[in-house]
């Protein structure tokens, strides 16, 4: 579990004045113009917005998985965009967790070596926690299984999982509904919240759809690359 420093007083991860476009033919996009936010440890924060409208991107630029053009974040006091490139993906996979709306479990190992993967990849499996999350997600009886096995919620369960084995301080989601029925995206989410607040863990996730996003602490909407007011 992270350290148990404070609840929501302390500012976990920080943008200033974020810029992002992408250049399509002979025209330039601005997809973030100059966003700016806090998010206090502990936090449960959804990001919405249409499509096109620049959440995904902010999402993957406060990750640490898109440099912006211009301004910083800062996650746990440090400017991760001034770090080298491996020091940086070093952080991520330490500190930070991610779920995606696609899964992306690779489909020849179980669901057991599918949440293994961070942990070997940072140098520690942790085979025994691995089992424990398996458990905690309600697939302690799936652990053998192939992602072509499972249902779509059981392997975004399964992502949930893989996100949490390196006992990460803060959590990335987008879209993680956006393949589901909506029952089964409802239980993905409480799925996500509760594994969040029961770890005192910081959570910012991608959403369409506001009537999910209204169950986290705070909501921010995007429009045209910006936040609204």
């Known amino acids: 579990m992270p350290a148990l420093t404070d609840t929501k007083s302390e500012v976990h991860l920080q943008s200033r004045d974020l810029k992002r476009s992408f250049q399509i033919s002979r025209t330039r996009i601005e997809v973030l113009k100059g966003i700016s936010l806090e998010v206090r440890r502990g936090e449960s924060v959804f990001l919405c917005g249409a499509s096109g409208a620049g959440k995904t991107t902010l999402l993957y630029t406060l990750a640490g998985l898109e440099r912006p053009e211009s301004g910083t974040v800062d996650f746990e006091g440090v400017d991760i965009y001034a770090m080298a490139s491996d020091r940086l993906a070093g952080l991520r996979n330490r500190r930070m967790g991610f779920v995606f709306q696609s899964y992306f479990l690779l489909p020849e190992l179980t669901a057991l070596e599918n949440v293994l993967l961070p942990s070997m990849m940072g140098g520690k499996p942790r085979p025994d926690d691995a089992e424990n999350l398996l458990a905690r997600v309600g697939l302690k009886e799936r652990l053998d ?74 909501l921010l909407r995007i429009e045209d690359g910006m936040l609204a007011a």
């Open 145 to 218: 299984h192939l992602p072509s096995e499972l249902s779509g919620g059981e392997q975004q369960r399964v992502a949930i999982a893989r996100s949490l084995i390196n006992d990460p301080s803060i959590l990335f989601a987008d879209e993680p509904t956006g393949n589901l029925d909506s029952h089964t995206g409802e239980t993905i989410i409480e799925l996500l919240l509760g594994v969040a607040r029961e770890d005192r863990r910081t959570l910012l996730v991608v959403t369409h759809d506001e009537n999910l996003a209204k169950r986290g602490d705070r």
